[in-house]
């Protein structure tokens, strides 16, 4: 079985529409997802401004907290915890990346709303967040999500990491599985680093459009540093 490493940030909604895609494989040939955190918050931190461990309530660090928490239960709980949480924000527009939020959502998947107190009273649980992220930034030079590491699996290949896919309408079925061939066929090439589809003023029309829920929703506003 395939093996991959999905790094998000719950504030990412090109995340979850990867998440969406990912999952679609899953249900068609069986790929084995290991749910990874990435900090936005941190890797586009302004010069001078409290790191998101450092702050009471961050809007996507503290949400992974509580997911490395829920992944102590398993791999599962992780997936069934974003899913849910993807949908209430991308989806519904609903404040999923507060307490409060975070507090129904967890209700609403049959878990104690407690779970929310006792992840930020763990600090443990900013330990394996901070050292999920460190470990893509330090290993592949990450910078964003989704990104996906293909660690080789015992297969004796070099792990390997790709930003993306970036994908407006998650693909399902065989088309789904269509796209993951053309994901993987990246590791035959170890020194392609990037092919990018410009964005036309009816691309970003349709992008804006599909997530209007989100941005009506979030209370921030987005800040991305350059990439390497």
């Given amino acids: 079985m395939s093996r991959v490493m999905f790094?998000?940030?719950?504030?990412?909604?090109?995340?979850?529409?990867?998440?969406?895609?990912?999952?679609?494989?899953?249900?068609?040939?069986?790929?084995?997802?290991?749910?990874?955190?990435?900090?936005?918050?941190?890797?586009?931190?302004?010069?001078?401004?409290?790191?998101?461990?450092?702050?009471?309530?961050?809007?996507?660090?503290?949400?992974?907290?509580?997911?490395?928490?829920?992944?102590?239960?398993?791999?599962?709980?992780?997936?069934?915890?974003?899913?849910?949480?993807?949908?209430?924000?991308?989806?519904?527009?609903?404040?999923?990346?507060?307490?409060?939020?975070?507090?129904?959502?967890l209700d609403d998947l049959g878990w104690s709303p407690e779970l929310v107190e006792e992840a930020l009273a763990d600090p443990s649980t900013t330990t394996e967040v901070y050292e999920d992220h460190t470990y893509l930034t330090d290993t592949f030079g990450g910078h964003g999500v989704p990104t996906l590491v293909f660690d080789g699996h015992g297969d004796g290949t070099t792990p390997q990491a790709f930003f993306g896919p970036v994908v407006l309408t998650p693909p399902v079925g065989d088309a789904a599985v269509r796209l993951w061939e053309l994901v993987e066929g990246w590791r035959e090439f170890p020194d392609l680093y990037e092919i990018r589809r410009p964005k036309t003023e009816q691309d970003v029309e349709k992008i804006n459009a599909g997530f209007n829920s989100y941005y009506q929703a979030r209370p921030w506003h987005t800040v991305q540093n350059p990439a390497r």
């Fill in 7 to 105: 790094f998000f940030d719950p504030m990412c909604p090109w995340a979850y529409r990867a998440s969406l895609w990912i999952r679609a494989v899953r249900a068609e040939i069986g790929i084995d997802i290991d749910w990874r955190f990435f900090s936005l918050e941190e890797t586009n931190r302004a010069e001078g401004k409290k790191h998101p461990w450092e702050r009471e309530w961050s809007y996507g660090w503290s949400q992974m907290r509580i997911a490395a928490l829920l992944r102590r239960k398993g791999q599962d709980a992780v997936d069934r915890w974003y899913a849910a949480a993807g949908a209430s924000g991308f989806e519904r527009g609903e404040p999923y990346f507060s307490s409060d939020g975070q507090r129904a959502i």
